[in-house]
């Protein structure tokens, strides 16, 4: 059965455009969510599938090659009409699928279970699914960790887009910077000299209600030889007026930093517990104000505690807390077990996040991105290892002393 399509079908493909990851090559980030997610639920594949007008394509995926399927045979077409999970214990026996090429073949499709990846506007971009040659069912807390997952698909792809249009504004506000000398030089001598001609003919002709010719002439010579100049000045002042302000910019407003965190553990909670992983919440304390876009910080802050639970054994201990340091800070601990064994999250984060620019694509390129929409923060990243402590992160904002107009402006600055 051929899905519907989704009443915003428009805008669902022109957001999923946007983030431009169609048809690009296999990134470890999420080749780690899939094989993460088949293993939860215990499958023998599993895909991050994106659904196009009239296909669905596979960014990554575990089992038989899928990359890519008619959207009319696509199980994650009818995924994305809801907004929770879609779970088909046997195939076989719904009607939507029972006669589907996929189903129907030696081996076929039986079980699938496939999460919507929903943006933070609302759209349905595809699924993270889970399929099975055998009828069967997810538990609750395979469940839980499924939508966990794909909300950490939806994330990644979010901050990449903004990390992109971040990089974008950088340039153009430092080609503005550039001429800012030549556009001060003109303004402050050329342009004045003929705004002060036009201003002395324009004064004459209101006083005595004549037409001087020859002051006219001057008037008329004067700005002709500066259009070009006029027309550079209203095109330099309003790229500045739009330098930060496109649709990707991130929306500063004031915050709790303890709030947002908690957030992001609670996201992150059901994909640790399927890994019999423990996270300490400590970010119960007094509220800690910051300027901050708290939607793509909890993105953020999210992303680095699911870093520290793929790269933390089963059975692992990670700290999560908020204080008071230098300034608000959000701290994260990955913790030797007791046996001895030792987190791997260090090296992630010392090659991923800080000692490798932010643009060029690694194995770890989602916490490149992080580091950035944190550089947008004005955060500062410290980073420890030590035997019988594990690796500590502290995030570190500057205090909330300044309005949102007035944060924008200092980033534009810089």
């Not at 990644?156 to 506000?173: D, F, K, P, S, V």
């Not at 609670?266 to 876009?293: C, F, T």
Request: aromatic share 6%.
């Amino acid at each position: 059965m051929k899905a519907p399509l989704p009443d915003n079908e428009i805008e669902r493909l022109a957001a999923l455009y946007s983030l431009d990851i169609l048809d690009s090559p296999p990134e470890k980030d999420f080749d780690d969510i899939v094989a993460l997610a088949a293993g939860v639920c215990e499958t023998p594949m599993s895909m991050v599938s994106l659904v196009d007008a009239d296909r669905q394509w596979a960014k990554a995926s575990t089992g038989p090659d899928f990359t890519e399927t008619p959207r009319d045979l696509s199980f994650c077409a009818h995924a994305i009409l809801g907004r929770d999970l879609l779970m088909v214990p046997d195939a076989t026996q719904d009607p939507r699928f029972a006669d589907n090429p996929a189903v129907t073949a030696t081996d076929g499709t039986r079980f699938y279970a496939g999460a919507p990846l929903m943006t933070t506007d609302g759209f349905a971009l595809g699924t993270l699914c889970v399929m099975d040659t055998e009828p069967r069912r997810l538990g609750m807390e395979q469940q839980q960790a499924l939508r966990a997952l794909a909300r950490q698909v939806t994330a990644q792809l979010e901050l990449r887009r903004y990390a992109y249009a971040l990089a974008n504004t950088t340039a153009r506000l430092q080609e503005l910077e550039r001429r800012k000398d030549d556009l001060a030089g003109l303004v402050g001598g050329e342009l004045r000299s003929s705004l002060r001609l036009m201003s002395t003919y324009l004064e004459s002709l209101g006083d005595t209600g004549y037409h001087d010719f020859e002051l006219a002439d001057l008037v008329g010579r004067a700005t002709a030889a500066h259009v070009r100049g006029f027309r550079e000045l209203v095109d330099h002042l309003t790229q500045m007026a739009d330098a930060g302000l496109g649709g990707e910019s991130l929306h500063m407003r004031q915050c709790d930093l303890t709030r947002v965190t908690q957030r992001a553990v609670e996201a992150v909670r059901p994909i640790a517990a399927s890994k019999h992983i423990w996270i300490l919440n400590q970010a119960g304390g007094p509220a800690l104000p910051i300027i901050a876009d708290p939607v793509r910080l909890e993105q953020v802050l999210t992303h680095l505690l699911f870093a520290a639970v793929k790269y933390t054994p089963e059975g692992g201990r990670v700290r999560v807390g908020t204080e008071m340091e230098s300034g608000p800070t959000v701290h994260l601990d990955d913790m030797d077990l007791p046996d001895g064994m030792r987190p791997d999250l260090f090296p992630h984060l010392y090659y991923g996040a800080i000692a490798n620019p932010a643009d060029v694509p690694g194995p770890d390129r989602g916490l490149a991105v992080a580091k950035r929409i944190l550089d947008a923060h004005h955060a500062t990243v410290a980073l420890s290892d030590r035997p019988g402590d594990g690796t500590s992160l502290h995030v570190v904002f500057p205090y909330a002393d300044l309005t949102p107009d007035e944060l924008i402006r200092d980033l534009a600055v810089a």
